[in-house]
């Protein structure tokens, strides 16, 4: 707990020194770990597209399933105002998508996103997702369209409020997925 503490104070010590200097952005490899302790918080910056990741499997026979979304709306209980895991990890999930949206728009050029610890675990959470992982009761994916899926692919769109459509903002190559 106190090693804890410690971090945080720390972080905040290193945000005000980088905000003295006025630099609008933090940034650094090592500074990824720490964005872990908190949201992102671009939606203080002005209303922007949403991030979502949305997944899709091949079978045996070489079919592609339909696009599904990852980010099923939870069922609300009175209990959770108390104890919601789940929520709390599905939330963090999307966080992570919204992380990646932000370093897929600040790469510099010839960088390659797959560097990226943010497209690493987006990777895990896709192949998760298409692997049948869960929120507790709930489905990454409400009603997957596959059976045994030998390879998927995701995706990362950006939906703007008020318009219609979205738009794709980085696709995945193809990734084998082991028996």
């Known amino acids: 707990m106190e090693f804890t503490?410690?971090?945080?104070?720390?972080?905040?010590?290193?945000?005000?020194v980088a905000l003295r200097k006025r630099q609008r952005k933090v940034n650094g490899p090592w500074l990824f770990l720490l964005r872990?302790?908190?949201?992102?918080?671009q939606f203080f910056h002005g209303l922007g597209p949403a991030a979502r990741l949305r997944v899709r499997a091949?079978?045996?026979?070489?079919?592609?399933?339909?696009?599904?979304?990852?980010?099923?709306r939870l069922p609300r209980q009175a209990a959770h105002l108390v104890h919601n895991p789940a929520v709390n990890l599905a939330l963090s999930q999307q966080n992570l998508v919204e992380?990646?949206?932000?370093?897929?728009?600040?790469?510099?050029?010839?960088?390659?996103?797959?560097?990226c610890v943010s497209y690493q675990l987006v990777t895990r959470l896709a192949r998760d997702a298409v692997q049948g992982g869960r929120w507790g009761d709930t489905p990454l994916v409400p009603?997957?369209?596959?059976?045994?899926?030998?390879?998927?692919?995701?995706?990362?769109r950006?939906?703007?409020?008020g318009q219609s459509g979205d738009e794709q903002l980085l696709q995945s190559p193809v990734m084998p997925l082991s028996p």
Not at 59 to 72: A, E
Not at 158 to 161: A, G, N, V
């Open 158 to 161: 950006l939906l703007r409020l």
């Open 99 to 115: 992380h990646l949206a932000t370093d897929v728009h600040d790469l510099a050029e010839q960088a390659d996103i797959r560097d």
């Open 58 to 72: 091949r079978s045996g026979t070489g079919q592609w399933s339909d696009w599904q979304l990852v980010y099923p």
């Open 143 to 156: 009603q997957p369209d596959w059976s045994v899926p030998e390879a998927f692919q995701f995706e990362v």
């Open 5 to 16: 503490a410690l971090l945080i104070v720390a972080y905040f010590a290193l945000l005000a």
């Open 36 to 41: 872990a302790f908190f949201p992102n918080w």
